[in-house]
């Protein structure tokens, strides 16, 4: 007997569908993130599952940055965030060694840019939020966070 009678022609074209589970902060965050793009969770769930395996791996180098270059108000408008979510974005990237982990003050990251230190935890929130930052270690009493910064694709 095997497999159910289909032929291999047939199971090529198949379409698998995958289940996820997440609790309802993450789900809240999802839905946030789907309407920032401007399109339904369901699509916004479906990009980030076809980029899976096509996702970059993280020990990869960063591309050269420019920072005389950078349009934050292109970058602000292609990725949803604030200009100084921009900007911060822009500074983390010119701390950033080759395989862009930065690690830095918030006070500092806050004089870089201009802004007040309460609002570098939400600009930080916010590139985390759109996959742009990743934290590596969180910052202790003495001791800076690390972050990874996540290039353009």
Known sequence: MGGFGFKEAERADAVYRYSVRCDRATSARIE???RKA???VTAFVQ????SI???RPIATKLASFDATEFD????SKRHHVTLLAARLWANLRVHAGDDGVVQRFQTLLADDIGCDHASTGRLIAALI???LLETVRKGKMGAPATYRV???V
């Not at 990009?47 to 076809?50: A, I």
């Not at 934050?72 to 970058?75: D, N």
């Open 32 to 34: 946030t993130a789907a």
């Open 38 to 40: 401007g399109i339904s």
């Open 47 to 50: 990009r980030h599952f076809e």
């Open 53 to 55: 395996l096509d996702a």
């Open 72 to 75: 934050a108000a292109a970058f």
């Open 129 to 131: 939020e759109t996959c």
């Open 150 to 152: 996540i290039g353009e």
